[in-house]
């Protein structure tokens, strides 16, 4: 059974900084592209960063340039770094994970359903 535990949620100020991260059970990690989503209250759950198996990252819009997606394969764990917080910001973090044989190394799922695992999410709040 894999598990995910995201970690790192907060409240900070507009402006500042968080670092998520996702703990991944088992050996799986290294073989799936991973992803971070978000959900605010009233909205739909949507795609902030993910990174494929091979380590190319894609970002929504609304966060290039101030979060960065990684993932440390040995730690089996991935990270989210935020910078410069908006308080458009505040949801709740989910990391994902999921993996196709079929895929190469360098794509990056992009869709929900292409996601197999699901993390339990980590609440962010930005304040003015």
């Known amino acids: 059974q894999v598990q995910l535990v995201e970690s790192g949620g907060g409240l900070v100020q507009a402006g500042g900084s968080l670092r998520l991260s996702c703990a991944v059970s088992g050996n799986t990690f290294s073989r799936n592209a991973f992803g971070w989503y978000r959900q605010a209250p009233g909205k739909q759950r949507e795609l902030v960063a993910a990174?494929?198996?091979?380590?190319?990252?894609d970002y929504a819009d609304s966060v290039k340039g101030r979060f960065t997606i990684s993932r440390e394969n040995a730690k089996n764990t991935g990270y989210l770094q935020m910078n410069s917080l908006k308080p458009e910001d505040t949801a709740v973090y989910y990391c994902?994970?999921?993996?196709?044989?079929?895929?190469?190394?360098?794509?990056?799922?992009?869709?929900?359903?292409?996601?197999?695992?699901w993390g339990q999410g980590t609440q962010v709040t930005v304040s003015l």
């Open positions: 994902a994970l999921g993996g196709k044989q079929y895929w190469s190394n360098f794509y990056i799922p992009r869709r929900r359903s292409e996601y197999d695992y």
């Open positions: 990174v494929s198996r091979g380590g190319s990252a």
